[in-house]
């Protein structure tokens, strides 16, 4: 995997493309429910003011992650 | 003349949900949707005051139901919980797919938010796979209009063989022409042709191989495709409730039960293993979602939501974000707290006058300082000091709360706050849920469903309770009668 990093190290203002989702069961789920699956692009928006949750723009939603779910995400980066 | 579940054939939501029809002809419609997307709106505006709720059969999940009348025909509409999807991730979900799949609905309104289509398309395209009797409500119109974003309302009711219409539920618009539109749906006035979802050919020659059995055994009552791809998937939740509503075990088909070992078998030996099928499905929903989307949302302005990140960027930024969130919640109170003041020491005035010449009249009767004590001195002084001191703070207190929420401030909290509620494993949702409760703690604890996860839900339903609500923070001369009253009450 060379491109590839976990989406919480994402730096803000830049996008990722979805490569691989690395959780299983509910959340692996509820990732696939909000759009991210392969190819989607993803882009971070904004951290909270303790720098856990992260705000992403996935197709055209805004949602948050926390950095443990964020983590199981792998984009790529161009 | 009531119509029972069983007599409708909604046998597997027979337990307790009953939907009592005052005629045969009247039609019941389901009413889906994702989370936040006026839903709510939607239903309160087409039946009033008409409604009921209680709970579903052994779920703790609020089920309300009303009535409305169109066209001289009676239509009860049954609000499903909000949800993303209809894979019975959760209790919601799988209630509002039992009930799309079991409870007969003559039709079912999917309503979605045009300002971000593409991802309500997931449901939208998750029950036209269940049934055809569809109608697509694509509400907030007016916000859509405001950003700039365009929908080929036309374009997409022929992308989704169904009909699509525009509405704005806060003032009213399109409802009208919604109601037309189920109308005509349950009159089979017009044979809707739903768009047909394919799937990559391994499986949709693994659903070939099943469909034929599928459909000679179960009939018209339930689609034989997504039957078959339901028991590809292999959902024991949803097979369970299928039988239930069968009246008969699938799977006790030996033929069936052959086929779907070879299907099964045909999906693994081309690379598909049971738990990838889930994610293929899904994948092709999104990409459908997708596709539909590109061709029928243009987006005339590209940065559209400029604006509100350059806001979101300020109320959530490392300096500024808890001292706003601070300053706007601290103002809340403050005018909830000194606000209520006013009117409370008026109706306090006005409500102990009376007790004054309630009293006058009783010694004037002459009745026995006991009976003078419980009615007046017990039951009305205690219901007057309740009434002024907590009516007129609940008066301004949810008021303001609403306007926090409708300018979307509210889910910035959340975000501000996560971190610190992660630390007591809770989350950061709950902020909501207990400002809610510092107005009131049943509202609060109502307020607990918009948390995912159980056990954080289940821990914000029971912290909730601490939450000291304005009858118990009340100034202290009255204050003291009205926390014991609170303390009894919760």
Redesign the interface.
Known sequence: MNNYIPLNFLPLGKKGKVRTLTSIGSIRRRMLDLGLISETVVEALQKSPSGDPTAYNIRGATIALRSEEASKVLVEVN | MGLTNKSTGAVVLESELRIERTCPDDKVIALAGNPNVGKSTVFNSLTGLNQHTGNWPGKTVTNAQGKYRHEGRNFIMVDLPGT??L?A?SVEEEIARDFICFGAPDATIVVSDST?L??NL?LVLQTLEITNKVVVCVNLIDEAKRKKINIDFKGLSKHLGVPVIPTNARSKKGLDKLMDAVYDITNNHKAAKPIQITYDDTIEQAIKMLQAKVRELVGDKIDSRWTALKLLDGDAALIKSLNEYLGFNLMDDNVLQRLLKTAKKHLSDNGIKP?QL??KI??RL??I??DISSNTVTFENSGYNNTD?KI??VL???IF??PIMLALLGLVFWLTITGANYPSQMIATFLFRIEDLLTGFFEGAGAPSWVHGLLVTGIYRTLAWVVSVMLPPMAIFFPMFTLLEDLGYL?RV???L???F?KACAH?KQALTMCMGFGCNAAGIIGCRII?SPRERLIATITNNFVPCNGRFAPPSKGQTCSVFCAFWH
């Open positions: 993303y999807s894979m991730n971000c593409e991802r997931n738990d889930r994610d899904v994948s999104v990409h979602a997708e990140r979101d960027s959530t930024s490392r974000g808890i889910p959340a975000f501000n996560d971190n610190f992660k950061g995912d």
